[in-house]
Each structure stands twice: as C-alpha cells, then as structure tokens.
C-alpha cells in the first residue's frame, strides 16, 4: 500500500512557499520525509510520529493527522537549495516497521 | 567518519550473470535495508534486515538475495532471475526498523 503524494510536481520562485502532502488508505504509525537530489541518495529531514512526536531538522515543518492518515510538510521561503524530489515514506500500524516510500514529488527552485 | 559505503558506483554485467552488490556500515545500526530506484519512481523495498542473521522479503524480492552474517555488511546478489535488473540500488541503515534510515550513494547497475 504505497503513499500518494501530491502533487507530482511543482515549480517554485526563491522564497514562495510550498505544501507536499501524503495520504494513506491504511493506519499509519509514523511519516518519514527524506529529500533527494538527482542521482544522488535520499536525506532524512523528519519523522512524524503517532501521537505527536517529531524528530527532524529545526528548518523544516509538518504536520500528520493521524485521523485521515495524512500528513503535510511545509516548505516556506524557499531557497535554490530545496530544489530535488522529496518522498514521504510510511510504517502502518501492526506492520514489522517496514518503511513504504511514495513516488515522489519534484520540487524545482527558480531565481 | 561514519557512515555506509557501497561499492561499486557503476557496474556492467552481461544478461544471466549474478551479480554482487556491496553495503558496509560504521554506525553500529542494527537495522539495514537495499531498495531499488528506477527513472522518475519512488524507492521500492527489496530486502530488510533488522538483526544479524535474520531478513526479510521486501515489496519486490523475486530475483535477489541478501545475507546478514555481519552487523556491519548487507551485501545483496542480484541473480539471472531478475527480469530486469537495470536500475539505481540504494542501501540504508538505521537504529531500528523505526528511525530515520541513513543512505549509501548507491549503485548503478546497468545490464547488457
């Protein structure tokens, strides 16, 4: 049951904002946001986690409803550096904290 | 400096060949993982580790295998039953199954 992440993609001018979301047909236990720049690896940026608790970088903010198994994270005042795809990934409650990654949404920085 | 290496970067091989993809880790994490990337996809789950000794089949197995007789190595062969072996594979660890995973910088496997 993999996450759908919307959108798909999204251009952005330095310093607008932006909002990724990512749903889930079933119960989630945590949201996992990771960021990826062209051939390169995936870098963390948070987890979200049932009942309120997050780790992640001081920079980045998101949100997770637990209630419509969604979750949302908020990139504002963009800068060149944000540009690459970002993926949510996701561990449903009662599975073996088996992570399942989303497509991606791609996230294009302009000046 | 700690962190997970894979080698090689690239790799070639001819259709029916195995082939072997290293991932060693220094993080002392017990929990490791091999995902596949394809051109413009999400990453895919092939193959999950959680203690030495133990794994389990990912979301798309058919075709590798893995083997966890050290805490540190995660190597996966990608055998000739692999229908289409071409693809960026990725390998990550963590703490555990639930915290963030930390990724290698991957292999680029190209099948001729």
């Known amino acids: 049951q993999q996450p759908v992440q919307s959108p798909q993609a999204v251009i952005l001018r330095e310093g607008e904002d932006a909002v990724i979301n990512c749903s889930s047909s079933?119960?989630?236990?945590?949201v996992h946001w990771y960021r990826q720049k062209h051939g390169e690896a995936p870098v963390f940026l948070m987890i979200l986690l049932k009942g309120g608790e997050q780790k992640g970088h001081e920079k980045i903010s998101a949100s997770f409803n637990e209630k419509k198994q969604q979750s949302s994270l908020y990139l504002t005042a963009s800068q060149l550096s944000y540009s690459g795809t970002y993926f949510c990934?996701?561990?449903?409650?009662?599975?073996?904290?088996?992570?399942?990654f989303g497509t991606g949404t791609r996230l294009q920085v302009t000046l | 400096d700690g962190g997970i290496t894979q080698s090689p970067k690239y790799l070639f091989r001819k259709e029916g060949q195995n082939v072997t993809l290293s991932c060693e880790q220094n993080?002392?994490?017990?929990?490791m993982y091999w995902y596949r990337q394809d051109p413009g996809q999400g990453l895919r789950l092939i193959y999950y580790s959680q203690i030495v000794n133990d794994f389990q089949k990912g979301d798309i197995a058919e075709g590798y295998s893995v083997s966890r007789e050290k805490k540190e190595s995660f190597p996966l062969t990608v055998t000739s039953a692999q229908k289409n072996p071409t693809a960026f594979y990725l390998c990550?660890?963590?703490?555990?199954?639930?915290?963030?995973?930390?990724f290698g910088p991957g292999t680029r496997l190209t099948v001729l």
């Open positions: 990550a660890s963590s703490t555990t199954g639930y915290n963030e995973q930390f």
């Open positions: 993080l002392n994490h017990d929990a």
């Open positions: 079933k119960a989630l236990y945590s």
């Open positions: 990934g996701t561990i449903h409650t009662g599975t073996a904290s088996k992570l399942t």
